[in-house]
């Protein structure tokens, strides 16, 4: 009986149909990068002071420069660790009294301004930005500061508690059911952010957002990846996650077009209802189908491929069958990824590879937007070094293997962080350069799991185990990486057995 991978190689392993399909589905990887990552720019906390009233009517009367008033009415100028008495206190003065001159006001009042009572801000804050962000709009800044890690983490346990649910949905009512029903979600959540009344709905739309963007990705790379014949599944897989790059690079520019936090969360989010249309564009995974049971839909969608690839189908078509040797329908649960002591290893090694390169991951570029340099140009040009990552693992994977290039990027992404942590802030070229270089490795490796994935976990948990094994408080990345591919994603070697394979599989 044929498999699904009999069928492409004569109906086309990667023909107009999978072409066509895999473009789409690249819309889905690159929307969730300004998910993922925005918060660099949606969260952007800019230089700000104390809003003092009276100061302004003074300036205006005196004729100060922007410098001048700052050195008049701005505690803790020039001090090195006056940052946060600049920032979050103020002189406890009366600027209204008509006793304060235009040179030194404050020298009437006392000979040396560190005798002046300082006192916290009382009447909000003065951004020094054109554009607003979460931190200008909700004040976030100062006792609240904290708020912005809570938005970001909102994001991140919604990856956390939508993995745990999402990939079973895959599993069990298909990747396209799966598709559709998160980038509705997604994109009614991203919309609901951008309009957020206040601090507090905004939490939530963005933990809602979290819950179902990551299982979005994982479907569309799940689905594209079992499209197509397992000559160009590696390569697809790959430029499926290149797709969520490109949206970085896009999200950059986008951001600095669009400096206000609102219009540029609505311009990211509505992009998003586009992906509903793969309702009619994008059929259900045969694989699937057929670890369901499912077969006279599989043929269907086969022959539609063959039709769209322009050749034949085969004449055995309607004998198709599902790679493993599995007779039943079977219904997956997380419990599988622990049930054989194979699966138990894998799982927890994936699981933890992910928790700590996606936590660099995201550290490494958020540290780059808090080193004082552009964040737009920083952010674009760290996020152009996911494209040589990409290349990498195309040339290695296939000729040393998957351990040695995992290995590696580990090390020197560990190596380059290390390094960070000592460089001092007035070098900034060097903590662009090691960030970049820890991000490379951090990225070569959330990359292979991906690939890892697919080629040790079956069908029927697939989207689990992708789930599991992208499972990590920071996305990732992507937050969501899926999984694909035949039985293994791979070719077994000629002396493992179908009764090895078993051993995978729940009684």
């Not at 993922?36 to 420069?65: A, K, N």
Request: hydrophobic letters at 45%; a neutral charge.
């Amino acid at each position: 009986m044929p498999t699904v991978d009999d069928v492409l190689e004569q109906v086309g392993e990667f023909g107009w149909f999978q072409k066509r399909t895999f473009l789409f589905l690249c819309l889905i990887s690159a929307i969730l990068a300004p998910i993922y990552l925005g918060i660099v720019f949606l969260g952007f906390t800019p230089d700000h002071r104390c809003r003092s009233p009276g100061v302004d009517e003074l300036s205006q009367r005196c004729g100060w420069s922007p410098e001048e008033e700052l050195n008049y009415t701005v505690p803790g100028l020039g001090a090195t660790d006056g940052a946060f008495v600049r920032q979050c206190m103020r002189y406890e003065v009366d600027w209204n009294q008509s006793s304060l001159g235009c040179v030194d006001p404050l020298a009437s009042l006392a000979p040396n301004r560190s005798h002046l009572p300082l006192g916290p801000c009382q009447h909000g804050w003065v951004y020094d930005t054109p554009g607003s962000s979460i931190v200008t709009e909700f004040n976030l800044v100062c006792a609240d500061a904290w708020k912005v890690d809570l938005f970001q983490s909102c994001v991140n346990l919604g990856f956390f508690l939508g993995s745990l649910g999402v990939g079973y949905i895959a599993d069990r009512f298909g990747r396209k059911l799966c598709l559709l029903l998160t980038t509705l979600i997604n994109a009614v959540s991203g919309v609901l952010t951008a309009v957020a009344p206040d601090y507090t709905s905004m939490l939530l739309f963005r933990l809602l957002q979290g819950l179902v963007s990551k299982g979005s990705w994982m479907s569309g790379y799940t689905l594209i990846t079992e499209f197509v014949g397992s000559g160009y599944r590696r390569t697809v897989a790959i430029l499926y996650q290149v797709a969520f790059s490109v949206g970085l690079v896009a999200l950059s520019g986008v951001a600095y077009a669009i400096p206000n936090w609102r219009w540029l969360q609505l311009t990211v989010s509505l992009p998003t209802f586009l992906c509903l249309f793969y309702y009619w564009c994008v059929p259900e995974s045969p694989r699937w189908l057929l670890s369901q049971k499912r077969n006279t839909d599989a043929v269907k969608i086969m022959d539609n491929i063959a039709q769209k690839n322009g050749k034949l189908p085969p004449a055995d078509l309607k004998m198709l069958s599902l790679d493993e040797d599995v007779t039943e329908k079977l219904s997956p649960s997380l419990a599988d990824l622990f049930r054989t002591p194979n699966l138990r290893k894998h799982t927890f090694i994936l699981m933890f590879l992910w928790f700590t390169c996606s936590v660099l991951y995201q550290g490494l570029i958020l540290h780059m937007g808090a080193t004082g340099g552009n964040v737009y140009l920083d952010f674009f040009y760290s996020s152009l070094v996911e494209f040589p990552a990409a290349f990498v693992i195309l040339v290695t994977i296939d000729r040393v293997g998957r351990i040695y290039p995992m290995a590696a990027s580990n090390l020197a992404a560990g190596v380059a962080s290390v390094i960070l942590i000592f460089v001092p802030q007035d070098l900034h070229w060097l903590t662009i350069v090691l960030s970049c270089v820890g991000r490379m490795g951090a990225t070569i490796v959330l990359q292979m799991i991906c690939l890892v994935n697919a080629e040790l976990y079956p069908t029927f948990v697939r989207s689990a185990g992708a789930a599991c094994g992208g499972n990590d408080p920071a996305a990732s990345r992507d937050q969501g990486r899926g999984a694909a591919g035949d039985h293994r994603g791979r070719r077994e070697p000629p002396e493992e057995s179908k009764a090895q394979r078993k051993q995978d599989l729940p009684p």
